[in-house]
């Protein structure tokens, strides 16, 4: 019943970036910025951005990923001083519970290219509370849901002092040092760990799962704000020596019910103690006192309940850290990126510890007030200052320029970039990718122009689904500093989501929805190509780019004047029309996007009727209506069709989803139809030559059409028709048209019908006069599989609902997808062999997070039952995300059975795997 594994890609979601703060031109492109990414840290050359992907290292200690998840990386750090390289990793083994375990490399990076390993720790089976980081207690059962390790930051020693790496768990810090025990021999060694949000000695008892353990009214608990986990923290010195960690706090509450805002509180990691008691408590006294700056502060007492637009508006969801150790200015700051209603607070944090209270009654926490910068703040007390950067939104992430600390930061809202210089925003820009996912990390590099006294600073910042690079945020000449926003920017670069793959011969080919990445077929491996991505930017160097969501193939296309035919490949983007890749016959790598755009005549033709008044006009620069966006895209050799023809068409269909004023919502499926022209001079080109629209529609509950997926079928009779699935159910259109001798007059496509669902169609196959497709469900229990019969004059049998089938039923027992109702794609593959005049398919569904192969028709007793599908094997994905689609391709390269045909599966990180099927 499981189908093999042929080969699998491992990257995936990207968790950190780490890499040089200071590098010569020189040497940039020797130089590396690593990624913590799926299962692999990953290099990027510092000169290009390109993966280096012959160094990606995957990480082993627990012995391998012979279960269904693997070890990850999730953090990275850099030492500049020291050039050492330190990756935290995670491994997850299924089990009741999950059982989670993490190591700690140290490696030396002198030579980017080859680390060299210093040491490695392990941190197995983690209690549930303080008994200590590495230990084999019977209750550590309970330590997955309540602290987990999620991060690291770097702290280089001075001198012969080792270096320090303090890790965050969702309930502590823990500091760590890499010593040398053996004049060249290191080790990882815990010193300590700060851990006021447990209570000593409270384990699993009643209380466990009845109340709440972490928000007693406890002298021992920080309480004041409800502070229930730490999501980010950071590290710098204070002027009289301490070394302290500065946490992101998320407050507790009740959830959505009582969302209190996130904070900053301070932490001493006890340099003095040799970091073997870290504490949060400010009070060196019998009284326990804790340092807090709480961005709702004069929104309302504490405690205060909030609107969820409240607690957005007066969130801290970023800081950076920076230290001025002489001066008029001297001390200790942090810049923390906050919601529109706070925007950045500039939190002077020097001298915080310690903090004793002055009588014989314990006092309050101290809060961090607002309040004027003063040059020297009084001992006890913090001041803030306020800079607006932009009113409108939320401030995400912030980046100080270490060279001009006090005075310059670079911070990205949801969809913009602003760089703040002396006292304003100098430059900013729009449309920035940070709102594609969470923020993860971010460093600033400072790179020699080759010019004595020049430099520029390059801003790179890792997000959940990409990494960005900024080129020249600003430079620094001679001392005086002017500031460049964007300029050499890499936009859009690094590993992102994926829709689709497609495969020519030994190459794969991803959309990363902003260009194409190719990997190619090295000693029975994919590997991703060095120099082989291309940005969907048209024109070129323009900065405008294009999202890149679906994918398909064009095959030899034939070309004037006797050039050779050429490979295309070609992705639907969110605006619309298409995007095409011409893949270069030597190096195989995608040339520079072309834009495919429909006639913009369109609405002088017939098909207005259908579309209203619907002007389409799109251009990259203006899209017009910004109701309008892609969904799919297939290309189509009619010939496999009709075989007396010999026209290729593109097709992509598109969603409308809006209200135009006095004539009603407008939520439509609309067709563009495109012909290959191969006697267009010079090149050869696709022209739009029709267009067809759905009627207006909406479900039950009022909600608009939204496409997934076109499967273009041939009826036994010969008739061809185009199947669209979407967020209301399937759509139907009579295609005979293509059926033209000479692809410039064929024949207007036309709409037939649409099948209401419950909840949508998400994965659609078409057999003979089957139709077979997933009814998506709200949760595992209500997806179906059904099974209609169709026909080229009557469209999909309503009536006659052959076959359904519970898509829980249909997956190995014990299976949990997550997203049950969700099979992104369907493809069809042909078999040999027929039984009762039915000739055999198999029918493969990416349904997260599992492959499923059905055969059709299905045999009872030696007898076709072709109403029905058998299944007969799945795969399941070692990742937890989307199944994106499923290919059916013949790989030339690899050593296989002969015959044998695998399924190329495409999952939402850039990542795919091949699966060979069950006969």
């Known amino acids: 019943m499981l189908l093999p594994t042929a080969d699998e890609s491992d990257d995936g979601e990207t968790w950190d970036i780490a890499g040089p703060a200071q590098t010569a031109s020189s040497n940039l492109a020797n130089e590396r910025v690593w990624l913590a990414n799926g299962r692999k840290r990953l290099p990027l050359r510092a000169s290009n951005r390109d993966r280096m992907e012959a160094e990606a290292r995957e990480f082993t200690e627990f012995g391998g990923h012979t279960d269904l998840r693997y070890e990850r990386p999730i953090a990275v750090e850099y030492g500049q001083s020291r050039k050492r390289l330190y990756t935290l990793t995670e491994d997850i083994v299924d089990g009741a519970p999950q059982t989670h375990r993490w190591c700690l490399y140290a490696e030396d990076v002198s030579v980017p290219s080859n680390p060299v390993l210093l040491a490695v720790r392990r941190f197995v089976d983690v209690c549930p509370y303080p008994v200590g980081l590495d230990c084999d207690h019977p209750n550590s059962k309970h ?105 992101l706090a998320e407050a507790g509450g009740y959830g959505s019910s009582r969302p209190l805002s996130q904070m900053v509180i301070a932490c001493d990691l006890d340099k003095a103690g040799g970091y073997e008691n870290p504490t949060f408590d400010a009070d060196p006294g019998p009284c326990i006192r804790y340092v807090v700056f709480n961005p709702l502060q004069d929104v309302g007492p504490v405690g205060t309940n909030l609107s969820a637009e409240e607690k957005e508006a007066h969130s801290a969801y970023h800081m950076d850290a920076y230290h001025v150790p002489s001066g ?53 007390t913090g001041l803030t200052q306020r800079i607006n950067i932009e009113l409108t939104n939320n401030i995400r992430h912030i ?24 006292g304003s925003v100098v430059a900013s820009s729009t449309a920035e990718p940070s709102s594609l996912g969470p923020n993860r990390d971010s460093f600033i590099m400072k790179v020699s122009t080759g010019v004595e006294g020049v430099f520029a600073k390059h801003a790179w910042l890792a997000l959940s689904n990409q990494v960005d690079h900024i080129g020249k945020v600003f430079n620094v000449s001679n001392g005086v500093n002017s500031v460049q ?87 639907a983007p969110a605006i619309g029309a298409e995007y095409m890749f011409r893949i270069d016959s030597n190096s195989r790598d995608p040339l520079n996007a072309e834009w495919i755009s429909p006639s913009n005549n369109i609405v002088n033709t017939a098909v207005s009727q259908a579309l209203g008044n619907w002007t389409y006009n799109c251009q990259i620069e203006n899209c017009g209506n910004p109701g309008v966006y892609g969904n799919d895209n297939v290309y189509v050799d009619i010939s496999e069709y009709a075989p007396n023809f010999t026209n290729r068409y593109l097709i992509n269909d598109m969603t409308r989803d809006d209200a135009t004023p006095g004539t009603g919502p407008y939520h439509q499926i609309v067709l563009n139809v495109f012909w290959w022209n191969a006697s267009f001079p010079n090149t050869g080109r696709w022209e739009h030559k029709a267009s067809v629209a759905s009627p207006p529609i909406l479900n039950a509950a009022g909600l608009p059409v939204g496409g997934q ?91 006659n609902n052959v076959w359904t ?44 997070p599992y492959l499923i192969q059905w055969k059709w028709p299905k045999v009872v007793n030696g007898t076709a039952n072709p109403f029905e599908l058998d299944l007969t094997g799945y795969w399941r994905s070692d990742y937890d995300f989307f199944m994106q689609d499923c290919r059916i391709h013949d790989f030339p390269g690899l050593s296989k059975p002969q015959g044998m045909t695998y399924v190329l599966v495409a999952r939402e990180f850039e990542a795919f795997a091949l699966v060979g099927p069950i006969e």
């Open 328 to 380: 008029a200015n001297a001390g200790t700051f942090l810049y923390v990126a906050c919601g529109s209603g706070k925007q950045v607070q500039r939190v002077n944090v020097t001298n915080l510890f310690p903090q004793a209270s002055s009588g014989a009654t314990c006092e309050p926490s101290i809060i961090i007030s607002p309040g004027p910068v003063q040059s020297v703040p009084p001992a006890s």
């Open 805 to 848: 089938m519970a898509l829980l039923d249909a997956l190995p027992i014990g299976a949990t997808p997550r997203h049950p109702g969700q099979a992104r794609r369907a493809r069809v593959r042909n078999l040999p062999g027929s039984i009762g005049g039915f000739p055999y398919r198999h029918i493969y569904f990416a349904q997260d």
């Open 709 to 799: 997926s076109i499967t273009i079928a041939k009826h036994p009779s010969g008739k061809l028709a185009a199947f669209v699935g979407h967020s209301q159910g399937v759509m139907v259109f009579d295609m005979e048209g293509l059926k033209a001798s000479d692809g410039i007059t064929i024949g207007q496509p036309v709409y037939k019908q649409n099948i209401a669902t419950t909840s949508g169609v998400s994965g659609l196959a078409v057999v003979e006069d089957r139709v077979f497709f997933v009814e998506n469900g709200v949760n595992a229990d209500n997806a179906q599989m059904k099974g209609y019969t169709w026909n080229p004059d009557n469209s999909i049998n309503v009536v």
């Open 143 to 247: 330590w997955p849901p309540f602290d987990l390790i999620q991060d690291i930051k770097l702290w280089e020693g001075i001198g012969s002092e080792p270096d320090l790496i303090v890790a965050r768990t969702r309930k502590r810090l823990v500091t760590i040092q890499l010593v040398d025990v053996a004049g060249g021999t290191f080790a990882l060694q815990v010193r300590g760990q700060a851990k006021e949000l447990f209570k000593e000695g409270r384990g699993p008892d009643a209380s466990w799962n009845t109340g709440s353990p972490w928000f007693k009214d406890d002298a021992n608990f920080i309480n004041a704000y409800k502070i229930a986990f730490l999501i980010d923290f950071a590290v710098e010195q204070d002027l009289n020596g301490r070394l302290m960690a500065y946490a």
């Open 399 to 422: 980046m100080v320029d270490p060279d001009a600390p006090g005075t310059r930061f670079v911070a990205l809202a949801q969809d913009n970039t602003h760089i703040w210089d002396n």
């Open 485 to 571: 926003l964007l300029q050499d920017r890499g936009q859009y670069f690094g590993i992102n989501t994926s829709d689709g793959a497609v495969a020519i011969g030994n190459h794969v080919y991803l959309p990363n929805f902003a260009g194409v990445a190719r990997y190619e077929l090295v000693g029975g491996k994919f590997l991703y190509a060095e120099d082989s991505y291309k940005p969907c930017e048209v024109p070129p160097n323009s900065g405008l780019v294009g999202l890149t969501e679906h994918v398909d193939r064009g095959l030899q296309l034939p070309r004037p004047n006797n050039l050779p035919p050429e490979d295309q490949i070609y992705t």
